[in-house]
């Protein structure tokens, strides 16, 4: 039995690794709390954005992204580029902010009354309804908060598992059992979830439109045919990111086609 107990702990310490790397990739969400001049410079961007200044404030909310991501400074600087009349980054800055913090109210609202500007009006290929509500459930909070979950329940599946095999009282065996499937559940979903969004923060493969249109072309050349043309903040997937200057590319209704690398600029 102690053999047995000492496999399922070490296989779950292995599991459970991966909520704590999760944690450790990201960078802290505010600059804030650890660079003084950040909260000058930042307090300079908001003051800018408050006169209608947005020039100044982009220029000041740009120059603290080169320090670290933040998902509060790309929501601002997307504000500022929508104030400005940019809508194409003011779209991108609003989805490098849903990456960071995917169940943000406001970044999605924003981000949804941005996209009801643009010129395109694409209609998603039909998804199966599980698939639909999985991803729903993955990005209702950040991966910082799934990895949390994770050692949470990790925690409880231990105190379920010391009860199960140690206590004297039948009820409170089946109680410790029942509790370590839930919790055991409950630890690989979130670890998983976890590591979905680590996935996709650090392969990033979507990019948004910035160009005013764009002639999507079915080869990699300006003499290839022309397929059809997207217009500034519509959303693409990179299909195929292998050549330099041309990007192979999907959109969310399936169709297929390359065009110039300088059009678009990844989230």
């Given at each position: ?33 650890t660079q003084a ?157 976890a590591t979905y ?71």
């Amino acid at each position: 039995m102690k053999k047995i107990l000492v496999s399922i702990y070490t296989a779950l310490i292995g599991i459970n690794c991966l909520a704590q790397d999760s944690i450790k990739t990201l960078v802290p969400d505010s600059l804030l709390a650890t660079q003084a001049t950040g909260l000058i410079d930042k307090a300079n961007g908001d003051s800018a954005y408050i006169k209608n200044d947005y020039a100044t404030a982009i220029q000041v909310y740009e120059k603290l992204l080169q320090q670290g991501e933040s998902a509060e400074i790309y929501y601002n600087l997307g504000n500022s580029y929508y104030k400005s009349g940019d809508i194409a980054r003011a779209i991108l800055n609003y989805e490098r902010a849903l990456l960071l913090k995917p169940g943000n109210e406001d970044i999605r609202i924003n981000l949804e009354i941005v996209r009801n500007k643009t010129v395109d009006k694409i209609d998603a290929a039909p998804e199966i309804f599980f698939i639909s509500w999985m991803k729903l459930l993955i990005s209702s909070v950040s991966i910082n908060t799934w990895a949390s979950l994770g050692i949470a329940f990790f925690i409880l599946l231990i105190v379920s598992l010391y009860l199960f095999i140690f206590s004297k009282q039948v009820k409170m065996k089946k109680i410790g059992f029942i509790s370590s499937i839930v919790c055991l559940l409950f630890v690989v979903c979130a670890n998983m979830f976890a590591t979905y969004q680590k996935k996709t923060l650090m392969n990033r493969n979507t990019a948004i439109i910035i160009s005013p249109s764009v002639t999507v072309r079915s080869t990699p050349n300006e003499n290839g045919t022309s397929l059809f043309i997207l217009h500034e903040g519509s959303k693409v997937i990179i299909k195929d990111n292998s050549m330099k200057n041309w990007k192979e590319i999907t959109i969310e209704d399936g169709k297929v086609g390359w065009l110039p690398s300088s059009d678009i600029e990844i989230i």
